[in-house]
């Protein structure tokens, strides 16, 4: 009986069992989706606004990342922290990524992981989420980014390859990702309480029923492709929180005297570009003028059509990164703009952000 059973079980399981691209459309497209088709350009760090930028690459910058450190007394908060960046944004008709960086102004750590998730820093979080949700602007919200990298000091791991302590496991990470990105969509607490106790986690420390929420903030999860050190336990799924508080997956990609981890970069676009949208985040030559990189990453985005952003980096306050001084760079990087993918027709002059458009949901 077992023998004949068998392979009609197995068949009906196949049947009813949802593919990878299957899970991707029976998701929502996430807050601050492109048209089908289309691919956000963005440039990161302090230097320069995209309003700058566009008129130093002759193409639209719809994207300005940049990165808050963490800072609870803080006077003013978060106000004191992006109202300039938001004014700017909304004048350039650009839309932020913020990523909330670990570490004080010191350099030292603001909160571990382990603290976040047992709901230490929520005050801090709750006001980011009111503050953010309240511009009504689309914002992507990037939590500590590059976590399994040996610099950051949300990392599990030590360059040596030797653990961290508990408050800096993997799984701390993970629930500390869920906290935040739960508290950064805002909504009712009952529910947000109902998801924090399903994953391990206290309830939010406040006495609000509602969190402000505007539909509009989506969250960005940011490894390193390869983890630094290369060990078990310290790659990017190790770190990944779950699809349902992911909107957006991320990779930071630089070339070093030549060299650019290109194979771990589409690994990791393989692995998660059938359930969530894909962004390059950063990317840049290191310290040199590098038109074949410049080259080959627009044409690795063209060639992936889950890919909806494309960030340079330029850099905060050195010239490593800067643009202006690549002259080869730039002429390329100006003349792969001009594709029809990084333009949005029908836009008017007044508002010409890409996104504008209705967003598509991914079915790709």
């Not at 929180?241 to 290109?262: E, S």
């Not at 909806?308 to 002259?327: E, H, I, Q, R, W």
Request: proline share 7%.
């Amino acid at each position: 009986m077992y023998r004949l059973l068998a392979p009609i079980l197995i068949l009906a399981a196949l049947l009813v069992a949802p593919t990878a691209s299957a899970v991707a459309a029976a998701l929502p497209a996430p807050p601050g989706m492109p048209p089908k088709g289309k691919v956000l350009l963005g440039v990161g760090g302090h230097e320069l606004t995209p309003t700058t930028f566009d008129r130093m690459t002759g193409a639209k910058h719809d994207i300005h990342l940049v990165s808050v450190n963490w800072n609870e007394s803080r006077e003013g908060g978060w106000a004191w922290a992006l109202d300039s960046k938001v004014r700017d944004a909304r004048k350039g008709g650009y839309r932020l990524m913020i990523h909330i960086a670990p570490n004080t102004n010191a350099g030292t750590e603001g909160r571990s992981p382990g603290a976040v998730a047992r709901g230490l820093a929520d005050r801090y979080l709750i006001s980011f989420g009111q503050y953010v949700n309240a511009t009504g602007e689309y914002v992507y919200v990037r939590p500590p980014a590059e976590m399994n990298g040996h610099w950051s000091l949300w990392a599990a791991y030590n360059r040596n390859g030797s653990k961290r302590n508990a408050d800096h496991s993997t799984t701390n990470y993970r629930r500390a990702f869920i906290r935040m990105a739960l508290i950064s969509r805002g909504g009712e607490v009952a529910k947000i309480n109902a998801s924090l106790r399903r994953n391990g986690m206290p309830p939010l420390n406040t006495s609000a029923t509602n969190l402000t929420s505007s539909g509009k903030i989506s969250t960005v999860f940011n490894p390193q492709a390869r983890g630094a050190p290369d060990v078990r336990g310290n790659q990017p799924w190790d770190y990944y929180p779950g699809k349902y508080v992911v909107d957006y997956v991320a990779n930071d990609l630089y070339v070093q005297r030549g060299k650019a981890a290109w194979a771990a970069h589409d690994a990791l676009y393989k692995k998660y570009a059938p359930t969530h949208p894909f962004m390059v985040a950063e990317y840049a030559p290191w310290g040199y003028d590098d038109p074949a990189f410049v080259k080959r990453m627009f044409q690795w985005v063209a060639a992936r059509p889950r890919t909806v952003a494309l960030m340079y980096f330029n850099g905060t306050g050195k010239n490593t990164f800067f643009l202006s001084k690549k002259p080869r760079s730039l002429a390329m990087y100006k003349s792969s703009a001009k594709a029809a993918r990084y333009s949005c027709p029908g836009i008017t002059a007044t508002w010409h952000l890409c996104t504008a458009e209705p967003a598509q949901t991914v079915t790709d």
